[in-house]
């Protein structure tokens, strides 16, 4: 059922009490039955999640009073309230995201197919998430998978029970795959979003892996092709090469 325009739903008001421990996402206090679920300034008529936060009567009537023309004083603008809010509800829900990591594999049929292998490491509690590919050809933006099932572009969320392992694969373009064999540099990024127990949220940084193809040693003996993980992203390689006017 959908709210009316500028009310939330109460399904939203429990995640916003849960996610805040009820605590006031402005002081930090605990506030036990004294909270609200108010607006963040300038989104009054939105019933969206997005635009909700929990605060104590006396935080709510602060920001009530809030005038961006005032001449004195550091008001409490609409960024800081949600970078603060998101920052107690991390703070109250960090211990439900339990270890998770991810890697790019080879599949046994090799390119165009790549192997991705998903992993739940804790023991408690199971969650659920998002996973975006992207990938790259030197500094270009290739290919954003889009895969049937909405697998490896973020649509359909995974179910990782905990000590549990997800192998599963993907296609890239095969015109990728052919200008991988001309000696072009394949990259893939994998943008994962874990959801934990009460629905919130949780973006971890994006990790990346280089693919190395089949070559020979100085011994003329070959190599088998691999992946070898990235420590940053590649939106931030291709920003720094871009600064040094190479290519990655």
């Not at 605990?30 to 607006?39: K, S, T």
């Not at 104590?56 to 005032?70: A, E, L, N, S, W």
């Not at 995201?97 to 192997?115: C, D, Q, S, T």
Request: proline share 6%; glycine share 8%.
């Amino acid at each position: 059922m959908e709210s009316e325009k500028g009310e939330f739903s109460e399904e939203d008001k429990v995640k916003c009490l849960l996610w805040s421990a009820r605590h006031c996402c402005l002081c930090g206090k605990p506030c036990g039955l004294n909270i609200e679920i108010a607006h963040i300034p300038g989104k009054e008529d939105s019933s969206d999640i997005r635009s909700a936060i929990p605060l104590c009567f006396d935080c709510h009537g602060t920001i009530g009073h809030y005038d961006p023309k005032h001449p004195k004083g550091l008001k409490v603008r609409a960024e800081e309230l949600r970078k603060r809010r998101d920052q107690v509800y991390e703070q109250y829900t960090r211990h439900l995201v339990p270890p998770v990591l991810g890697a790019f594999a080879l599949h046994r049929e090799g390119l165009p197919r790549v192997g991705f292998n998903l992993a739940n490491h804790g023991n408690f509690p199971p969650v659920r998430a998002k996973i975006k590919v992207s990938v790259f050809l030197g500094n270009e933006l290739a290919q954003e998978i889009d895969d049937k099932h909405g697998y490896y572009s973020g649509e359909t969320e995974w179910h990782l029970n905990p000590r549990i392992e997800i192998r599963g694969n993907f296609s890239v373009e095969p015109s990728i795959a052919e200008r991988v064999k001309k000696g072009e540099t394949l990259r893939l990024q994998a943008n994962v979003t874990v959801i934990d127990v009460y629905d919130r949220e949780h973006q971890l940084l994006p990790f990346c892996s280089t693919y190395v193809p089949e070559s020979k040693d100085k011994s003329g003996n070959t190599t088998a092709p691999y992946w070898f993980l990235e420590p940053t992203s590649f939106e931030n390689l291709r920003k720094r090469a871009k600064e040094k006017g190479h290519n990655l």
